[in-house]
């Protein structure tokens, strides 16, 4: 966490805590050459007047995309954690910072995502965050798939049966 396990930068950070994974990788793989391997971590800052570690600074988001880079570059499955709030309670904050780091992790391509439904910090579940969160990764898969382009969705045979007249 920066500032607090971690260097304050987010760099550091990522360095830092990437580290760490891939010494896990290490010890995971002496242990069973070829065995699976997911690398993963939940970074992100410390609010150094409250000691509290964030779960919904725009800081977390940035460090979750860089470490599924990261894994994404050294060929390696990751997880991050999306679908939580630094809100005490299920509230307009709650609900933006849960799509901002659901949308963000779902760009990313992050290969599991964990702690959905956390409120305060991660120190409550909340089944009604959780359910607002599915509502929320439904709408941010659909994003995420983008827009198909080919000849059928196109259109440009029913536009020439059609005409410019239109169907009368």
Do not use: W
């Amino acid at each position: 966490m920066a500032g607090a396990t971690a260097p304050c930068t987010l760099a550091g950070t990522l360095a830092s805590g990437i580290s760490e994974s891939l010494g896990g990788l290490v010890i995971h793989q002496l242990k069973q050459a070829g065995a699976p391997f997911i690398m993963g971590g939940v970074f992100t800052i410390m609010d150094m007047n409250t000691t509290i570690f964030s779960y919904a600074a725009p800081e977390f988001n940035l460090l979750q995309a860089g470490q599924t880079d990261v894994a994404h570059y050294l060929g390696l499955l990751n997880f991050c954690t999306a679908g939580c709030s630094d809100s005490n309670v299920l509230d307009q904050q709650a609900a933006a910072e849960a799509m901002f780091s659901i949308l963000v992790t779902g760009q990313s391509g992050a290969n599991l995502i964990h702690d959905v439904g956390y409120l305060e910090y991660g120190s409550t579940g909340s089944l009604e965050m959780l359910v607002m969160s599915n509502e929320l990764i439904g709408m941010a898969k659909r994003f995420v798939r983008g827009i198909r382009v080919n000849k059928e969705t196109l259109a440009t045979q029913v536009v020439d049966q059609v005409g410019p007249g239109g169907i009368s």
